[in-house]
């Protein structure tokens, strides 16, 4: 299995941004798809998941803001962004799972388990895509 993220870019505050993570190799019928970031000198932070019903999940941070979804034809991960601030500047990863990745996810968002404890079951990770917010 591979991911690898795209679409990342500088944006003004107030922008809209779509990021896409292509995924290959996978094989699995109940699955996990998410997205992280990463900004410097922060630790990293989930933001959105999907599993293999379509079932969207969302952190506080992003929740209104940001839309995941997933193009199975062509095996895509879409992060759409929106209403973009300089606090939004990250690094954005997308990893792939299995379906327990999302539950233990989901936990996270709200708050019950750490991002440590809650990411091992997602096995790949994609290089990241650098997003900057400024004027």
């Known amino acids: 299995v591979q991911v690898a993220e795209s679409g990342g870019g500088s944006v003004q505050p107030g922008g809209s941004l779509t990021l896409s993570c292509r995924t290959s190799g996978y094989t699995y019928v109940n699955y996990c798809l998410a997205w992280f970031r990463q900004a410097p000198g922060k630790e990293r932070e989930g933001l959105a998941s999907?599993?293999?019903?379509?079932?969207?999940r969302y952190a506080n941070s992003v929740k209104g803001r940001f839309t995941i979804s997933e193009a199975s034809a062509n095996h895509t991960l879409y992060l759409q962004m929106s209403s973009l601030r300089p606090d939004d500047t990250a690094m954005y990863y997308c990893a792939a799972g299995t379906s327990g990745a999302c539950i233990t996810i989901q936990r996270y968002y709200a708050g019950r388990l750490d991002l440590e404890d809650a990411t091992p079951k997602f096995g790949r990770w994609g290089q990241g895509t650098q997003v900057t917010v400024s004027s």
């Open positions: 999907i599993d293999q019903d379509g079932d969207t």
